[in-house]
């Protein structure tokens, strides 16, 4: 049965291998710290404040021309905010929204929950859509962890010992086996979905961009001012 548990406590393991162990990363930059640093690290990229709109940088990105600006949370920065610095027409930003999720899709560094494709179909009229019925074209994905997730074996086992006896995970029971599993599998949830990163086709007299966001959930308001 010890054989048992260690093949469970390993594919524990495994499953939190979806989890996150450090913050969002926007250029290799945590999405993290105070503006001002985060301003300072941007412009090590090549990044310019632009002197006609306050906290406003520029830049390249993705082979596009971008402006990036920085919210934060009680000084501590939690989004990452991007957006073509150009427009185009909604056929090009099909194409380009299209593109994007076909390279988010295909970088191993993310990862996807959702089921259902966010590629729009060539016959989508999105000028219609937008307008009408308010609809919003957008995608989300999730930056998986680049760093060991050894540092999350002792939180799981310190989860479990607090549940279960030490007899009791010597010698686990079918029951206690997959609640082990569900454990791990919450806890890694919860770790992936704190670093989001999501965008989507914005709209400005007929014209069309993309605007994304690096988040970083652990600096997001959580109700602790109320």
């Known amino acids: 049965m010890k054989k048992t548990l260690l093949s469970l406590v390993l594919y524990c393991i495994s499953i939190v291998c979806m989890a996150q162990t450090d913050v969002t990363k926007f250029l290799g930059i945590p999405v993290d710290g105070n503006k001002s640093d985060m301003i300072r690290k941007l412009k090590s990229k090549g990044f310019t404040q632009i002197p006609y709109a ?95 997730l050894a540092n999350y074996k002792e939180e799981i086992k310190s989860m479990v010992s607090s549940k279960y006896t030490k007899e009791q995970l010597e010698n686990p029971s079918e029951e206690i086996s997959k609640d082990i599993i569900k454990m791990a599998t919450m806890y890694a949830l919860e770790k992936a979905f704190k670093k989001p990163v999501w965008f989507m086709i914005s709209r400005n007299y007929g014209e069309y961009y993309i605007t994304m966001y690096y988040d970083n959930e652990y600096n997001k308001a959580n109700g602790e001012d109320l």
């Open 54 to 148: 306050k906290g406003v940088l520029t830049g390249k990105f993705n082979g596009m021309d971008v402006n990036v600006v920085i919210a934060t949370n009680n000084d501590k920065v939690c989004r990452i905010g991007v957006w073509d610095a150009n427009t185009m027409d909604e056929a090009s930003i099909k194409i380009r929204f299209n593109v994007l999720c076909e390279q988010f899709k295909n970088n191993s560094k993310y990862c996807s929950f959702s089921e259902e494709d966010p590629k729009l179909k060539e016959d989508e009229n999105i000028s219609y859509e937008m307008t009408v019925n308010n609809k919003r074209y957008e995608a989300i994905f999730y930056q998986l962890p680049d760093t060991t």
